[in-house]
């Protein structure tokens, strides 16, 4: 973020609140390159941050009162005294803010009432982690405000424990990771079991590649309930295949533990979470490498996989994903959760004009929504930023 954005927000700060902020993070979004639906399995992610986030700018308040407000939400800041602070006291955006608060005074870190004030450029619930981008730069804020030693992973937890417990998303620490730990230049290469990280260099420009993502704007319906019910599937075949997650079923056990389960749909579940984890551990070796165009056919895979056997794809993804790769691409595939939210799209950096044109013109042959695309580059996570003025 740029110092004229960085005194944008103190502006916007001193317009909602009255007074200057005395501290301000910012939190980048992020694509996942590959590894989807695998964290709750305890298995490996890839994500990328990206040049786009949410900014916080904190003010401490000697009232214990929190007042929250978003550039992004028209109307009076959202008011609470932090002592009443429990899940189910606050809903909606500002509950992203305020579970933040809650979850380090949870764990006994002395936080007391605030002004705070975010703003953000990643779109909402498009599968780029608004969210934890949100929660990433309140959580090192207020940290940086009350003069908390908190790591980079401790910071991230807590702000994963707000989404979770505070929130009531049921998410991975994927998002959080990358929000905190990514450095430019590089994906974070994440065992979500012994969270262990490894920042694995992507230099696009440097193999005139572009990653381009498209946001195809689809509309989400049934994400929730969806995401709890692979969840609660892929926790019944671990128990059926008796290991404490389906990170234990290695590429080579993928038969035996086929052959082990009744019910087909757990079958395709499984099948998904235990070759997503092999397409992430050889997209990290190609990488390491350095041959970058050979990970492309490994992120078509992945989206095949996520669209035929684990059900979360929905046809704009996929029309997407088709006519990027009927237009060159090296290799596409949804990103996030699925059901909606946007396709990443592995590409030769002179072809992602005529890419671009080749999906949109795909949408408006069905009649859709223009889709959105931009290209990213691996950016660094969390940053303070200067609101002193
Ligand atoms: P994603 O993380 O993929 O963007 P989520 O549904 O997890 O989608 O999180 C989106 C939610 O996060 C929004 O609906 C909103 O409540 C909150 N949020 C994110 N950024 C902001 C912001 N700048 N201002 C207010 N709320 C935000
Ligand atoms: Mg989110």
Do not use: K
């Not at 944008?8 to 590894?35: D, H, Y």
């Not at 030769?348 to 795909?362: H, M, T």
């Amino acid at each position: 973020m740029t110092a004229a954005a960085a005194a944008g927000l103190a502006a916007r700060f001193v317009g909602r609140f009255g007074r200057a902020p005395q501290v301000a993070w910012w939190a980048p979004g992020r694509v996942n390159l590959i590894g989807e639906h695998t964290d709750y399995n305890d298995g490996f992610v890839l994500p990328l941050a990206i040049p786009y986030g949410v900014a916080a700018a904190v003010a401490a308040r000697p009232d214990g009162v929190l007042r929250v407000a978003s550039a992004q939400v028209p109307g009076a800041p959202v008011e609470v005294a932090v002592e009443a602070l429990a899940p189910g006291a606050v809903s909606g955006w500002a509950a992203y803010i305020v579970g933040v608060v809650w979850a380090l005074r949870a764990e006994g870190h002395p936080v007391g009432g605030a002004d705070v004030l975010v703003d953000g450029d990643v779109p909402l619930g498009a599968g780029l982690s608004s969210s934890a981008a949100l929660g990433c730069a309140v959580a090192a804020a207020l940290a940086d405000r009350g003069g908390l030693a908190l790591p980079r992973p401790e910071l991230a937890r807590l702000a994963q424990r707000s989404e979770n417990a505070f929130v009531g998303a049921p998410t991975g620490i994927m998002d959080q990771s990358a929000a905190l730990l990514a450095t430019a230049g590089h994906a974070l290469f994440l065992d979500t079991r012994t969270l262990a990280a490894e920042q694995v260099p992507l230099d696009l420009p440097g193999h005139h590649l572009a990653l381009l993502v498209v946001d195809t704007r689809a509309p989400h319906a049934l994400v929730d309930g969806a995401y709890a019910d692979r969840r609660r599937t892929c926790a019944a075949a671990a128990r059926t295949l008796g290991v404490p997650a389906l990170r234990d079923v290695p590429a080579g056990g993928l038969d035996a533990a086929l052959a082990a389960l009744a019910d087909p749909v757990a079958r395709r579940r499984v099948r998904h979470v235990v070759t997503e984890n092999d397409r992430v551990l050889r997209t990290v070796d190609l990488l390491r490498r350095g041959d970058l165009r050979a990970v492309g056919p490994l992120l078509t895979a992945s989206h095949e996989s996520l669209r035929d056997d684990y059900e979360v794809s929905v046809p704009r993804l996929d029309v997407a994903v088709a006519a990027a790769l009927a237009a060159g691409a090296l290799g596409a595939r949804v990103t996030g959760g699925g059901f909606g939210g946007c396709v990443v799209v592995l590409v030769a950096a002179a072809a992602v004009p005529s890419l671009a044109a080749a999906v949109a013109d795909a949408f408006a042959a069905h009649g859709w929504d223009r889709p959105r695309p931009f290209t990213v580059l691996p950016t660094a996570g969390a940053h303070p930023l200067d609101v002193s003025g």
